[in-house]
Each structure stands twice: as structure tokens, then as C-alpha cells.
């Protein structure tokens, strides 16, 4: 048979395919929230940097000495391979711990630093541009945490010195972080600019010149929604659901095409099994997994026995009727005459009549045993049970049985099979060889297999009986109350062993050889 996937290779690959299919739409959902977030964290990011340069640019030129201006940076911006790179590069994530949205910043207590409000004043212009172009909030705030310039106005001369994205990039820390949003009766459709999310990325970037934080720039803006950015892609979307759904229907073809066809084809075969069918019974042609095959197969050999079973029942049950109808019509014949016209018969018929029945009689009665005995054998369970060989050959010795046989012979079978077996064929020899043949067992060891040959010196069998001797109730000696059921026994008994029997040509006498496995 050729090579054929097994069908737990066929499950197997179904079901990493769907783990794989569900994992990965999962962490599609996830990845895709992860990019909108670091996609709006990435843009604040870049704004950021800019404003914080300009920032810096105006309050340097409106500061006399430069370094003492603002607050000791504590934390340096972690650097690139190249040490002259300090890049921002987003982090956020969808798990990331989300702060509660603060409370509106409250008026300032204190003055905004002078020159930090001088340089916001001449930023007010460029902070006002790029919040309508870019849809962020932007917040300019000095070192003291008031707001200076704002895309709000009304936010301008608040402080946000509590807020914790103030207070890290105060040290000179880039803050991002995400804080949550109340969502605002004016947030749009699907199709509409703002943005519903309930989550609002903010980000906070020092200004910092000479290791010293000049001030912050607040950034803050709601990344877009899942729903919002699949609607946006929805054509794309589309065509890759479209790719997925035939990539589905391709496995549900070819999961169908593999096993659930053979099994109907299978189902269909059963059915043919239970009907009688010998053509339906046949292997299905074209199996693609080998356990179906293999099931395929079995179940045609399981067929063919069947129909073997049932033939040699038939064969076995005319047999049997044809074996006690003449015995039986013999002796229902005699007690007729005996019943009938027994005063009209002299002693010495009466005698004769019921030597005839009694004669019936005794063969009605081994062939029952016979049968008995060839039930049990047709039946035999294995048994674990190992007999000796060399004692059993030498048991059946006798004036007219002569025996050879190495010792130490022991095969797997039960010692009262074996003695059966071997009985009737040395008892099949003395009856058909003739009352001066004798018979001769020679038992050897050959390799892995014990060889036993029963042969004797008579006239041998015919080729056309040669045929036939196994057969049940095939006899050469009936007259002589032969059954025809003794090689049949032996020949069953030692199938059941992993044992045989056969007729092997000889010139002269018959010929007969035992194969046990040995022990």
C-alpha cells in the first residue's frame, strides 16, 4: 500500500490550522489596538519634539545667561548607537495601566516665568496652526507649571504642577502615558473626524538646553477606534475576509474530500455487508487516509469471512444431516421389521437386526463426540500454557508405533490439544495403512519451529482423496465406522495454536507433518 497521511495527522493539521486562525485573529485585535495607540503616541511624539525645539529657540533668545535659566535635569534622555541620536520611539500599549482623567486645571498662584511667556506669546500663532492641522491638544508650560500657551485659551494662566507627566518630565523624563476620557455627546459617526475612544493618549516632553529643563510641552490627543479605523480600511478588510473565507472553504473541501467522502464511502460498504451485497462489500477504491483504508480493507476481509463462515456452515450442516439421516433411517428400518414381523423372523435375524442398530448406534454416538470435539477445536482460545513435546511423542509409542524424537521439545499449547491432534492422526494411520503397517513419529527442532512427521508404510492416499482429507466427514472407512471428522480436529486444534498440519508427498505410505512454533 502506498503512503497515506494518517487521519490523526489530517486532525492534527486541521486543528493548528483553527488555533493558529483564532490566536492570530485575536492577536490581530490586539496588534491593531497596540498600532492605533502607538500610532497617535508616535505622531504627539514628533509634534512634540518640534514645539519643544521652537520653544527652547525663543527662550534662549530672550535669556541673558542660558545656563542658569530653569531646573537641573535628573534624568538624561537614553541615546542611540550613535550618541549624538536621541530618539523618541513610541512604547505604548493597549494593557498599558490607565490613569483617571484629572480634574480642569486650576488658576496659577504664581506668575508665569517671563521669558517662558514672551516666548509662548510668540508661539501662540504656530501652537494654534498645528492643533487645527493636527487635531492635538497642546499645552506650552513653564518650569513653574503654568500654562503659557494653550490650543485652548481658556486653559492659559492655569497651572497643571500636580499632574504626574508635569512632574517626571520636569526631571527631563519623555513621558507618554494614557489617561481616560469621557466621552462627549458631540463625538461623531463612523465616518466623521473625532475621535469616541474612551482612552486619550498624552504625552509630556521636556524642554530642556544645557542639561537644564527650560519648561514642558503637553501633548495629548484620542487615538482612534477599532471600530473607526476598521471602517476606514473597511475595503481592504473586505478583501482579506473574503481571502480567509476561501481559504476556509478550501480546508472544509479538502478535510471533505479526505475523510468525510471515504467514511460515507465506508458507511455505504457497511451497509452492503449487512445486505448480502458481495459487490458493495469491496474495498473502497480511492482511500486518502490510511486508517480508512486499513478499515476499508478489514471490513471486505471481515465480508469474505463471512460469506466463507456461512458456506462452510451450509457445507457442514448437509454434511451432518446426510451423516445421521443414514444411521438413523438403518435403525428406524430395522426396529420396523423388528416391531412389525417379529414373529415371522427366526432368532438369528432378530439377532442381526439389532446388531445393525446397536452398530448405528455406536456410530451416531462417536460422531457426536466427534463433533463435539471439532467444535471445541474450530473454538480453541490461545492459552498460555506450554506443553512438552518430546513427552508426548514418546507417550503415543506402541507396538505398531515407533517414535524418534529429540528431547527438550516444548511448543506454546496446551498439552491434552497437542496429545488430541497428534491421537487421531497415528489413530487415522492404523486404520487406513493396514493391520501390519506400523506407524513412525519423528519429532526435531527446526530453527524456530518444531517439525513432528507421522508417516506410516501402507498403500498411501490417492491424489484425487489427497484433496479432500481434511474435509469434514470425508472417510475412506466408513463401512468400518469411520466419522471422517479425526484429521479435521487435529487440523483445527493446531490452527488454534499457531499450529498446522499437512500432507506431504511420499512414494510410499502417507506422508503427514506437524508445525508447532516452539517455546
Not at 482579506?240 to 471515504?262: C, D
Amino acid at each position: 500500500m502506498k503512503w497515506l497521511p494518517r487521519l490523526w495527522m489530517v486532525l492534527a493539521a486541521v486543528a493548528v490550522v483553527a488555533v493558529a486562525g483564532a490566536i492570530g485573529g485575536l492577536s490581530l485585535v490586539r496588534f491593531y489596538d497596540d498600532q492605533l495607540i502607538r500610532q497617535t503616541e508616535g505622531e504627539l511624539l514628533a509634534q512634540g519634539a518640534v514645539l519643544a525645539e521652537v520653544f527652547a529657540l525663543q527662550i534662549a533668545q530672550r535669556l541673558d545667561d542660558e545656563r542658569s535659566f530653569g531646573l537641573p535635569a535628573k534624568v538624561a534622555r537614553p541615546r542611540a548607537a550613535d550618541p549624538t541620536l536621541t530618539p523618541l520611539v513610541p512604547m505604548l500599549r493597549a494593557n498599558d495601566p490607565v490613569l483617571p482623567s484629572p480634574p480642569p486645571a486650576p488658576p496659577a498662584s504664581v506668575a508665569p516665568e517671563p521669558a517662558a511667556k514672551d516666548a509662548a506669546l510668540a508661539m501662540a500663532k504656530l501652537v494654534d496652526e498645528v492643533s487645527r492641522t493636527t487635531l492635538a491638544g497642546l499645552r506650552l508650560v513653564d518650569v513653574n507649571g503654568v500654562v503659557v500657551a494653550s490650543s485652548q485659551e481658556d486653559v492659559v494662566g492655569h497651572t497643571v504642577e500636580s499632574r504626574v507627566e508635569f512632574q517626571r518630565a520636569l526631571t527631563g523624563e519623555a513621558v507618554s502615558l494614557l489617561r481616560e476620557r469621557t466621552p462627549d455627546p458631540k463625538d461623531s459617526a463612523l465616518e466623521g473626524l473625532s475621535r469616541s475612544n474612551a482612552i486619550r493618549v498624552v504625552v509630556a516632553l521636556p524642554v530642556v538646553r544645557h542639561e537644564r529643563v527650560w519648561g514642558v510641552v503637553l501633548l495629548l490627543r484620542t487615538p482612534m477606534t477599532l471600530a473607526k479605523a476598521v471602517y476606514g480600511d473597511r475595503k481592504n478588510l473586505g478583501a482579506t475576509t473574503a481571502v480567509l473565507v476561501a481559504v476556509i472553504a478550501l480546508v472544509v473541501l479538502g478535510l471533505s474530500i479526505v475523510v468525510v467522502r471515504p467514511v460515507r464511502a465506508l458507511v455505504r460498504q457497511t451497509r452492503a455487508i449487512a445486505a448480502g451485497d458481495v459487490q458493495g462489500s469491496r474495498a473502497i477504491p480511492r482511500p486518502r487516509v490510511a486508517e480508512l483504508a486499513e478499515l476499508s480493507s478489514s471490513l471486505e476481509a471481515m465480508a469474505a469471512l463471512l460469506a466463507q463462515r456461512a458456506q462452510y456452515i451450509q457445507g457442514f450442516t448437509s454434511s451432518v444431516s446426510h451423516e445421521f439421516k443414514t444411521p438413523l433411517a438403518a435403525m428406524q428400518g430395522a426396529i420396523e421389521l423388528l416391531t412389525d414381523d417379529h414373529d415371522a423372523l427366526s432368532p438369528e435375524q432378530r439377532r442381526r437386526f439389532l446388531s445393525n442398530i446397536r452398530a448405528d448406534v455406536e456410530r451416531l454416538t462417536r460422531l457426536v463426540e466427534r463433533l463435539l470435539l471439532l467444535a471445541r477445536a474450530d473454538v480453541a482460545a490461545a492459552k498460555a500454557e506450554i506443553a512438552d513435546v518430546s513427552a508426548l511423542v514418546k507417550a503415543l509409542g506402541q507396538s505398531r508405533v515407533e517414535v524418534d524424537v529429540a528431547d527438550g521439545l516444548r511448543a506454546p499449547i496446551p498439552a491434552d490439544a497437542l496429545a488430541a491432534a497428534l491421537g487421531h492422526l497415528v489413530e487415522n494411520g492404523l486404520k487406513h495403512a493396514g493391520p501390519t503397517a506400523t506407524v513412525r513419529l519423528r519429532a526435531a527442532r527446526e530453527g524456530e519451529r518444531i517439525v513432528i512427521d507421522v508417516t506410516d508404510d501402507g498403500p498411501g492416499i490417492s491424489e484425487a482423496n489427497a484433496a479432500r482429507i481434511f474435509d469434514p466427514f470425508f472417510t475412506t472407512a466408513r463401512n468400518s465406522g469411520g466419522t471422517g471428522l479425526g484429521l479435521s480436529i487435529a487440523s483445527s486444534l493446531l490452527k488454534a495454536f499457531s499450529g498446522s498440519v499437512g500432507l506431504v508427498p511420499s512414494t510410499k505410505g502417507a506422508h503427514f507433518r506437524v508445525e508447532l512454533r516452539a517455546a
